[in-house]
């Protein structure tokens, strides 16, 4: 008895010790696919270093108009996209009067912290109006939690991405470039929708090409000042 007291035992070893050399490749695995991530290019990094008016705090970089209004946008990266990709367009958007709150998410990827922007909404309360937005990945998320809170937020601004759950598409605006055929062959409703012509899926960030994207015949400057364009007229619509 003793005996096999002691194999059942050595058998308990060697299963415990098979689950924590899979647990630890799953860790590695997982660890090395997170840390292949875009990094924002220096163009991106500047605005940065020498734009007045943007702090970080926490995992939130917050850019503020010299003169800002009552709205903010919260805004959400694309997966596996470092934040400060986004702060050339997210510069642009902030002259028009309008303070933009960029959300760092865990390893890079929103679907980790869907629910970020209900604790933003929070920090801040002198604004009131909100918008969620997103980029790809991060627009999905974006537009998830628009979905859960229709009461936090007056809109949702989709780049490179589609509604994902049940918000109106009224309240909603949705811009992709031309060239990023997988979210027009997804867009099933007609409120609000800009393409962009000659835009691709990337461009609205500055992280250089991306895998399976189409590259695309304007430039990231031109794609950025028409997403500029089509939100400022979207919040003026809706803020009138």
């Not at 997982?30 to 220096?42: I, K, L, N, Q």
């Not at 959300?103 to 009131?128: C, L, R, S, T, W």
């Not at 980029?135 to 007056?154: E, I, N, R, T, Y």
Request: hydrophobic share 40%; charged share 20%; glycine share 8%.
């Amino acid at each position: 008895m003793k005996t096999n007291s002691m194999s059942r035992r050595q058998k308990w070893l060697v299963a415990g010790g098979v689950v924590l050399a899979i647990l630890a490749v799953l860790a590695g695995a997982f660890f090395w696919y997170v840390s292949d991530y875009y990094r924002a290019e220096d163009v991106a990094l500047e605005v940065m270093a020498q734009g007045s008016g943007i702090t970080v705090q926490d995992n939130l970089t917050i850019l503020s108009p010299s003169y800002p209004t009552d709205t903010a946008i919260i805004f959400y990266p694309g997966a596996k996209v470092e934040a400060e990709a986004y702060l050339p367009l997210l510069d642009q958007i902030r002259q028009t009067g309008v303070t933009c709150i960029l959300v760092h998410m865990p390893f890079h990827m929103a679907i980790f912290d869907a629910n970020g922007a209900e604790e933003v909404i929070a920090q801040f309360p002198e604004y009131q109006h909100w918008y969620i937005a997103g980029h790809s990945m991060g627009g999905g998320m974006a537009s998830k939690f628009a979905s859960d809170h229709p009461d936090l937020v007056d809109g949702l601004i989709l780049m490179g991405a589609y509604i994902y759950g049940d918000y109106p598409d009224e309240d909603t605006l949705t811009i992709y470039g031309s060239l990023n055929q997988s979210v027009e062959d997804h867009i099933d409703y007609t409120e609000n929708i800009v393409e962009i012509e000659g835009g691709n899926h990337a461009q609205f960030g500055n992280y250089g090409p991306q895998e399976g994207d189409l590259p695309a015949t304007i430039s990231a400057e031109d794609q950025q000042k028409q997403t500029v364009e089509a939100i400022q007229a979207f919040l003026a619509e809706k803020n009138s």
